[in-house]
Each structure stands twice: as structure tokens, then as C-alpha cells.
């Protein structure tokens, strides 16, 4: 298996822009989750779906912040307008049977 | 407000050092304790710990739980300069009706672990 795969892998925006980070779960995996990573406050989950749907988003920090899983093998984040403090890492990650949680490579987000 | 924290930050050591890396929690609803290795890219998985005094080993790694004073302990024997990474600490808090997913993990802030040769 491929594992949980995210794009892109690195990128760097100017303020006001839209970002939209994309993940493809691992197939089967019911449960997909987006995490953000910062120096400051470590990894924190922004959202969960199960079976597609968004079960809890209390950890998105605000409006600017959306998610989307239109189908099984596909979601996005995204962040519209970024902000610099918005700058960190966002991880995916995904969750089946075995309940083990595995995460994708990371999206580097720079926002100047 | 449920909180994980780790100890130390960061730590030093030389190749063949023995390290214990502490994990200490306050949540509510606690189901599991996770530990993970972080390098320069993605998380990945140690250990699930669920029940106290039970240790789980792999390898030179090893990890206990202790559900009556909240904390977790990761070992690693004989350390390499391949185990150099962060060590995280996550907590599973579980919520009603929505059994069997680890999504609300709260994570420390990790243990950087530095291991000279």
C-alpha cells in the first residue's frame, strides 16, 4: 500500500492567498484525519471524518479553515485567506481496522 | 482541560546510553496512550498502551503505563544514532458514540532525542 499521500509536499504562499491541501486516505481506511503540527502548540487535530463525513470539527481554528471529503479516497483543507500564523505543518492521516492511526508525509506550509 | 506533557524537552546522549523518556497526563475519558517517532517527515507508530504495569517491548524499546498516577514511561537501551528523533506522547480521550476511532489523540510536545556516536 502506498500509505496516506499528500500534496504538496512544501509550499510557500503569500498572505491573502487561497491554499488547498489535498490527502488521499489509505484504501479502507474509514476514519481520516487532519492534524496541524507547530512549534508552539505541537500536533492538534483540526478535523475527523468517518465514512466521509466531518464528526468533529471543534479543533479548526476559524473560518478561514474548511475541509472537504467528497468521496473515500479523497480530502482537502483548505485555507482561504491564510494568514502567516497559519504557517506550520499539516498532517493527514487515516485509520482503519486495526486502529492504528497513520499519518501522511506532512504538507510544509510557509505563509509570508 | 486535558493535557499531555512530556519530559524532558530535549536530550543528549552517546551511543550506547541507556534513556527514559516521561509522559504525564490529565484527561477525561482516558482509552489509550500512544507513543510515536518522529523524524523529519511523518509520525509513526511505537507503542498503544491501554492497561497499567503491562510492558510492551520491541526491540531495544519499551514501554509501561501506570493508569493510577497517570504517567507513561518509552526506554530505549543501548541507543543508536538512528533513534535520534522526537519522541511523541499521545493520549486517547475517548467521547460517546463514537467508539473505536483514536482521532481525538492530545499530544505532548514531544522529547527531541539527540544520540551522539
Known amino acids: 500500500d502506498a500509505g496516506v499521500i499528500q500534496s504538496p509536499r512544501h509550499e510557500v504562499t503569500e498572505m491573502g492567498q487561497e491554499v488547498t491541501l489535498r490527502c488521499k486516505p489509505i484504501s479502507g481506511h474509514d476514519y481520516l484525519f487532519w492534524y496541524r503540527q507547530t512549534m508552539m502548540r505541537g500536533l492538534e487535530l483540526l478535523i475527523y471524518?468517518?465514512?466521509?463525513?466531518?464528526?468533529?470539527d471543534s479543533g479548526m481554528p476559524e473560518d478561514r479553515f474548511s475541509a472537504k471529503m467528497p468521496n473515500a479516497s479523497f480530502s482537502t483543507l483548505k485555507i482561504q485567506p491564510s494568514e502567516p500564523r497559519d504557517s506550520a505543518v499539516y498532517f493527514c492521516?487515516?485509520?482503519?481496522?486495526?486502529?492504528?492511526?497513520?499519518f501522511g508525509e506532512g504538507s510544509w506550509l510557509t505563509v509570508v | 482541560e486535558d493535557k499531555v506533557v512530556q519530559s524532558p524537552l530535549s536530550l543528549v546522549v552517546h551511543e550506547g546510553d541507556t534513556v527514559t523518556l516521561n509522559c504525564s497526563y490529565e484527561?477525561?475519558?482516558?482509552?489509550?496512550l500512544l507513543w510515536y517517532k518522529q523524524e523529519k517527515k511523518a509520525p509513526t507508530f511505537l507503542f498503544m498502551l491501554t492497561s497499567s504495569g503491562i510492558e510492551k517491548k520491541s526491540g531495544r524499546l519499551s514501554s509501561i503505563l501506570d493508569k493510577k498516577e497517570l504517567f507513561s514511561i518509552l526506554n530505549i537501551t543501548a541507543t543508536q544514532t538512528g533513534d535520534s528523533a522526537v519522541y511523541l506522547c499521545a493520549v486517547e480521550a475517548g467521547w460517546l458514540g463514537y467508539g473505536g476511532s483514536q482521532g481525538n489523540l492530545i499530544f505532548g510536545k514531544g522529547t527531541k532525542l539527540s544520540v551522539k556516536p
Open positions: 492521516a487515516t485509520q482503519g481496522i486495526g486502529n492504528t492511526i497513520y
Open positions: 484527561v477525561t475519558n482516558f482509552r489509550s
Open positions: 471524518f468517518n465514512n466521509n463525513v466531518p464528526i468533529d
